[in-house]
């Protein structure tokens, strides 16, 4: 994490010990204050392993077996952000209630085209590679492997990343004063944006039109645009504010919604979504090293929507979802893994309920399509025009599975769905 981020938003970084099964050893815990729990991550260095007591052959990097302080979400993150991980990362964990182990399960190793675009200054600190983070419950030991593998066309495993180690992130407490499920669920009070009719969104249309110089419709004509929906805001599922960078930066308009899976796993219930989210925010920021949350909304299993980047909801802000096109674009994460797994009716509604609205701020058919210029990526170089669907899956801007087989087959119906609560067609 960059040193002077640290510095500015005075976290305080203490040693702790992490008590393995059968010794015990210091483990690096990064917390905010203690008045005002907000979430820590424990850092653990992996080693190598015993390739012959393993039975895997190559480069094996891992740890034994460990008892640590609780924690909910699990990553591996190593120093250089230009390094790749050719292999497969597998942790099991062990559940506080009951003590029982859970089997291997696979982190996401290709999460670097999740990421501020070259040469921004995001891009411009120190930021890490990592793994997608993978949300495992309140646990309270653990076990990890990495094991290097030949990349596509390579006949031998290049060396694993140096500096690999595990974090664990504990996501803290939920927003003052109350339940968070009930915060999430019924929408009251200060914490959540509520739905605006589709009246009231044209003309907040047009203030953003006029605000950008006249993008979109305009202040004169009757613009397409969703009713804005409900959004729970930062502050409503408990987003520490201290984490993050204290300026925001913006682009000149949103032409694209990138949709994306968070591969953090299915195994959350909708009143731990705001912890699923605090996890991903602490470990964006503290574990890979970026500005804030890299996605600037979220949607849970039950449809509901969450503020993600800091910056305003309804402006151009820039985030770090997909790599290379992160200007004039939003991203638009589903808490989950859908390689396997049929996203829900619900978040596919808020979804295209989402779309319509965001979009059409900007002026924007979501069953069109918009030009966006390459900020450089493994598909497009820098600098070339690329015209892509109003609402694309994060693997049309980049060579990855994101947002998982099963939900980027359901984005031409979303395309269909948003420009219908638009009032087209």
């Known amino acids: 994490m960059r040193s002077f981020l640290a510095s500015s938003i005075g976290v305080a970084t203490v040693a702790a010990l992490a008590l393995p099964l059968a010794a015990t050893a210091p483990v690096a815990v990064a917390s905010s204050s203690a008045a005002e729990p907000a979430g820590s991550t424990q850092s653990l260095p992996l080693t190598p392993l015993d390739a012959d007591r393993s039975g895997a052959g190559g480069s094996q990097e891992g740890l034994a077996q460990r008892e640590v302080k609780p924690f909910s979400l699990v990553g591996v993150v190593w120093d250089d952000v230009r390094d790749e991980l050719h292999g ?60 290097a593998e030949p990349a596509e066309g390579e006949r031998a495993a290049a060396p694993l990343p140096a ?36 009246a009231a969104s044209e003309a907040e249309a047009a203030e953003v039109s006029e605000a950008s ?27 520490d504010e201290r984490l993050r960078e204290k300026g925001f930066v913006y682009t000149k308009s949103v032409k694209v919604a990138f949709v994306h ?15 699923v989210l605090r996890s991903i925010y602490r470990y964006h920021v503290k574990s890979s090293g970026w500005r804030d949350i890299g ?53 596919l509604k808020a979804i295209e309920k989402l779309a319509a609205w965001k979009l059409g701020l900007y002026g924007v058919n979501p069953a069109g399509r918009s030009t966006l210029v390459s900020g450089g990526g493994n598909r497009y170089k ?5 015209r892509l669907n109003a609402i694309s ?33």
């Open 88 to 147: 497969s990362v597998q942790v099991r964990t062990r559940a506080r209630a009951g003590g029982a182990w859970s089997a291997w399960q696979n982190l996401e190793t290709h999460n670097h085209d999740h990421a501020a675009d070259p040469g921004t200054a995001e891009a411009g600190g120190a930021p890490h590679g990592s793994t997608a983070p993978l949300w495992v419950g309140d646990s309270d030991a653990v076990e990890a492997r990495v094991s």
């Open 393 to 425: 899956g994060h693997r049309d801007g980049f060579s990855t599975d994101c947002p998982g087989a099963r939900l980027y087959s359901r984005l031409g119906t979303a395309r269909a769905s948003a420009a219908h609560y638009q009032g087209r067609g």
């Open 213 to 239: 110089g006249g993008i979109g419709a305009g202040p004169r004509a009757r613009p397409y645009v969703g009713a804005r929906p409900r959004i729970i805001t930062r502050r409503g599922w408990g987003a």
């Open 382 to 386: 820098k600098g070339r025009s690329v």
């Open 261 to 275: 899976h968070t591969a953090s796993g299915n195994g959350y219930s909708c009143a731990q979504a705001p912890s």
């Open 295 to 347: 996605y600037n909304f979220a949607v849970d299993k039950c449809g509901n929507i969450y503020e993600g980047r800091a910056g305003g909801v309804a402006k151009a802000v820039m985030g770090a979802h997909t790599l290379g096109f992160n200007t004039n674009s939003t991203g638009i994460a589903v808490l989950g893994t859908y390689n396997n797994t049929n996203p829900s009716a619900a978040a």
């Open 163 to 198: 500096g690999l180690r595990l974090d664990l992130v504990d996501p803290g407490a939920g927003p003052p004063g109350g339940d968070e499920s009930e915060d999430s669920r019924a929408g009251q009070g200060p914490t959540v944006l509520p739905a605006l009719d589709k």
